[in-house]
């Protein structure tokens, strides 16, 4: 897991129509927390906005700290939460896009 | 029999001290109260103004912010800005007479942070920095505690046993619950035995620290991204270390009665000598402060209503005390929304983590009476450790047992129980005695020669004044 101290960075998906922009992440936000929980490769490219200082947390040692204080966990549980309020919403978005072209048809 | 004392909407809350202990404690009492969703009152009185350069406006300390202690604030939301940290560190060197050792961690990161407490060294025109007391001040206000500018003289309770303070002739209160983070300071304490009811013993030595003004250059040729340790440089003195900050390099020595003397007897020394730029006037050192470094607290430091926290509570020996004040101010905010404030609330959960770290330190009493007793004395021990260190550096991050047990000893980044573990796992200890053995033989094992690394030197600042014509 990665957590930014300083600076910015671009997390965009890379594919064959070229790159795709995700987010602009700040000081304090985290990317790479899904790599804590399970096996699968990353999902998405990260590349520092200018000078960037980020920091790497050790899986072994926070998973440790978690078993010792579980509410370290919670920043974690929230950022994921409120990743999932807006893919719900982009769903929706992308559902009723959908129900007007398939009513144009 | 036990009754508990709860925290409530509407409850007020006292914090003497705004160090890491007092600014940790309101930071999480705060954010847990809003998860839980009860508005508590958070008040922190805090004497000093950081914004003055100098020992008046600093929580005198070495200035390390162990690497531990970096990912766990960053994965709490608590983050160190570049305007913070003054360096990132990603090596030690330990140094011992001729021998010289680097040591760096698997990860190829600047990932411990150099800090100055408050707002750094008291010289006349230079900088005022952002220091790591105010930022963690200005979090805890941030999540809604208020902060008091104001020394609090008198300490008191009223008939239904809430606390009163006084600061002056100005009186604050009633408060549900007072924690007590004012350090080490002898007046605070004396008032606040006076309100738990019995006295609070502390085990203490003092400590010299000083700021050697290098200028950035120099910090980055001598000093580089490294903190040096020093092993064994002189009777008396036990422990030395010199941490690279901006412009400056820190200075901190521990031993039997630190002062001038000590302090220019080590400046002299050949493994300082060897290391500073050869043209450094040590005279030219700014800001000298003697803080008490806590060795042991001996007593339940708390009461109904009251909990001590940070140095004037229970800490972590010798190394990270700053992650021991927010291991432990966590515990207490957790105790205190989730269990109460009652003597008997705080027994049961926040003095099992006090516990913790007081068992641990016994586990770091043992290597660090094995470092003054055998390892400083035997030099071909010694030698030997520091040879086996060396040999480590060729092999993956992974199996650099001795290494790591270093590294986690000077960084203050793991128990001490785990580091003792290390050192015992088979094959290491033979390894060192093999080491050591040879180390009768040959010669201790000399790092990078540091001649090239005057000549360097030299030869840049011929070039600098070549284009400087006077
Ligand atoms: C030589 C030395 C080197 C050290 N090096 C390191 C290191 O490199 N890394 C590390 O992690 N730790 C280090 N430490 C330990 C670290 O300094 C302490 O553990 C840490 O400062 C404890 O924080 P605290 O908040 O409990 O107390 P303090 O930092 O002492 O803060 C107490 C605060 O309370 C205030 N206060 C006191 N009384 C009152 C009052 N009556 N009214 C209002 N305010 C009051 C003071 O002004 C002060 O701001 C070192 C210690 C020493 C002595």
């Known amino acids: 897991m990665f957590i930014i101290q300083d600076g910015e960075v671009n997390v965009f998906l890379e594919s064959a129509n070229g790159d795709i922009p995700l987010v602009v992440l700040g000081p304090g936000d985290m990317f790479g927390e899904m790599s804590m929980f399970t096996k699968q490769p990353r999902t998405a490219t990260v590349t520092a906005k200018g000078n960037a200082r980020v920091l790497t947390v050790d899986k072994r040692g926070f998973l440790r700290r978690i078993h010792e204080d579980p509410s370290l966990a919670f920043r974690i549980l929230q950022k994921l939460s409120e990743r999932i309020t807006v893919l719900n919403e982009e769903m929706s978005r992308l559902q009723e896009t959908l129900a007007q072209y398939e009513k144009q048809d | ?470």
Request: hydrophobic residues 40%; proline residues 6%; glycine residues 10%.
């Open chain 2, 1 to 470: 029999m036990h009754e508990s004392i709860h925290l409530d909407d509407g409850s007020r809350v006292a914090i003497v001290g705004g160090g890491p202990a007092g600014s940790f404690t309101a930071y999480f009492l705060r954010e847990i109260c809003d998860r839980v969703g009860i508005e508590v009152d958070v008040d922190i009185f805090e004497a000093k103004d950081f914004s003055k350069p100098g020992p008046a406006g600093c929580n005198h300390c070495g200035g390390i912010v162990s690497e531990s202690l970096v990912q766990m604030l960053a994965s709490e939301g608590i983050i160190l800005p570049d305007a913070v940290v003054q360096r990132g560190i990603q090596a030690y060197v330990l140094h011992s007479g001729p021998a010289t050792v680097k040591i760096t961690p698997p990860v190829n990161e600047k990932r411990i942070a150099a800090i100055y407490r408050g707002a750094g060294p008291l010289a006349p025109g230079g900088p005022v920095r952002q220091g790591l007391d105010p930022h963690l001040l200005r979090l805890a206000e941030r999540k809604g505690a208020q902060l008091i500018n104001r020394k609090v003289h008198v300490i008191d309770r009223d008939s239904s046993g809430k606390i009163l303070l006084q600061c002056g002739q100005d009186r604050f209160g009633p408060y549900d619950f007072l924690v007590g983070a004012g350090g080490l300071s002898e007046a605070t304490k004396a008032q606040f035995e006076k309100c738990l009811g019995h006295p609070v013993r502390h085990k203490t030595t003092r400590a010299l620290i000083y700021e050697l003004y290098l200028g950035e250059q120099a910090v980055d040729h001598f000093l580089d991204h490294s903190m040096h340790v020093f092993l064994q440089t002189f009777k008396g003195l036990e422990f030395a270390a010199i941490i690279p900050k901006g412009e400056y390099a820190t200075v901190c020595l521990v031993g039997d009665d630190p002062g001038k003397e000590m302090a220019d007897t080590f400046l002299a020394s050949q493994e300082v000598t060897r290391l500073l730029p050869p043209d450094l006037d040590i005279y030219k050192r700014v800001c000298a402060c003697k803080p008490l470094l806590n060795l042991k607290t001996l007593d339940k430091p708390y009461a109904d209503r009251v909990a001590l926290v940070g140095d004037s509570g229970v800490t972590r020996l010798y190394k990270d005390g700053i992650g021991a004040a927010y291991r432990l101010a966590k515990s207490l905010a957790v105790t205190a929304v989730f269990q109460g404030v009652s003597a008997h609330d705080f027994d049961n959960f926040y003095w099992k983590k006090c516990r913790q770290i007081q068992k641990d330190n016994g586990y770091g009493e043992i290597i660090f009476n094995l470092g003054e007793g055998v390892i400083k004395r035997v030099s071909p021990l010694r030698y030997g450790i520091l040879r086996t260190v060396k040999n480590e550096q060729q092999k993956p991050g992974r199996k650099r047992f001795m290494s790591m047990a270093m590294w986690d000893t000077f960084t203050g980044s793991a128990p001490y129980k785990d580091i003792i573990k290390r050192m015992l796992r088979p094959g290491v200890a033979s390894r060192v005695v093999f080491q050591s053995l040879v180390s009768l033989f040959a010669p201790p094992p000399r790092g990078e020669n540091n001649d090239s690394v005057r000549r360097a030197w030299q030869a840049l600042q011929g070039r600098r004044e070549d284009s400087h014509p006077r």
